[in-house]
């Protein structure tokens, strides 16, 4: 593993432990910094801030090894996972969730709503979707899940991870079907 990588992975560390003891939006880099054993110039050597640090975190840790192989088949096992994932680091996700709302559900919708359009473009194999709709469509889908899923981490996550992603793909896969079906007999009657 690179020392870039070794290094982040130790402040990811150092803020973890310190998200047990405070809140997110108490936490200065130099706490962070202090935690692993670096100064303030190495932490920004590898990140711009502390939200910089969060959005690696979130996507290294949580996205980019579940998401990776998604597929309009097999995305409720990605949220599956993701969401498992979640609830072993819940007193992390809780804190920053809860204390950095804002900046990571922007991020989250930003993420869920290209893998929206990318699951739109698939149903829409004819291309009967114009580009402003399937964008509409893509960002709706986002802040539901992304509502939802902030809302169980912040409720304290106390419905299994299946119960959620089961729940989600019922929901999803019904209105997205029949949002298209009905945009389709639209625009080609």
């Given at each position: 593993?690179?020392?870039?990588?070794?290094?982040?992975?130790?402040?990811?560390?150092?803020?973890?432990?310190?998200?047990?003891?405070?809140?997110?939006?108490?936490?200065?880099?130099?706490?962070?910094?202090?935690?692993?054993?670096?100064?303030?110039?190495?932490?920004?050597?590898?990140?711009?801030?502390?939200?910089?640090?969060?959005?690696?975190?979130?996507?290294?840790?949580?996205?980019?090894?579940?998401?990776?192989d998604?597929?309009?088949?097999?995305?409720?096992?990605?949220?599956?996972?993701?969401?498992?994932?979640?609830?072993?680091?819940?007193?992390?996700?809780?804190?920053?969730?809860?204390?950095?709302?804002?900046?990571?559900?922007?991020?989250?919708?930003?993420?869920?709503?290209?893998?929206?359009?990318?699951?739109?473009?698939?149903?829409?194999?004819?291309?009967?979707?114009?580009?402003?709709?399937?964008k509409?469509?893509?960002?709706?889908?986002?802040?539901?899940?992304?509502?939802?899923?902030?809302?169980?981490?912040?409720?304290?996550?106390?419905?299994?991870?299946k119960?959620?992603?089961?729940?989600?793909?019922?929901?999803?896969?019904?209105?997205?079907?029949?949002?298209?079906?009905?945009?389709?007999?639209?625009?080609?009657?």
């Open positions: 593993m690179p020392e870039s990588t070794l290094t982040k992975k130790a402040i990811t560390k150092s803020l973890k432990k310190l998200t047990k003891e405070k809140p997110f939006d108490k936490i200065v880099i130099s706490e962070i910094a202090d935690g692993c054993g670096i100064n303030r110039q190495t932490f920004y050597y590898h990140f711009k801030d502390k939200y910089a640090l969060l959005k690696w975190i979130y996507t290294t840790e949580y996205i980019e090894p579940y998401m990776k998604v597929t309009f088949f097999n995305w409720d096992l990605c949220i599956l996972n993701i969401l498992a994932q979640l609830k072993k680091d819940k007193e992390f996700c809780i804190n920053t969730i809860k204390h950095a709302n804002a900046f990571l559900i922007t991020f989250f919708i930003e993420v869920a709503e290209g893998l929206f359009e990318d699951a739109i473009n698939i149903l829409d194999e004819r291309n009967v979707v114009d580009n402003k709709t399937r509409f469509f893509a960002r709706f889908f986002a802040y539901g899940v992304c509502g939802m899923i902030t809302e169980w981490v912040l409720g304290g996550m106390i419905e299994e991870p119960t959620i992603s089961k729940n989600l793909k019922l929901l999803l896969d019904s209105s997205e079907k029949a949002a298209y079906q009905k945009m389709s007999n639209e625009l080609n009657p």
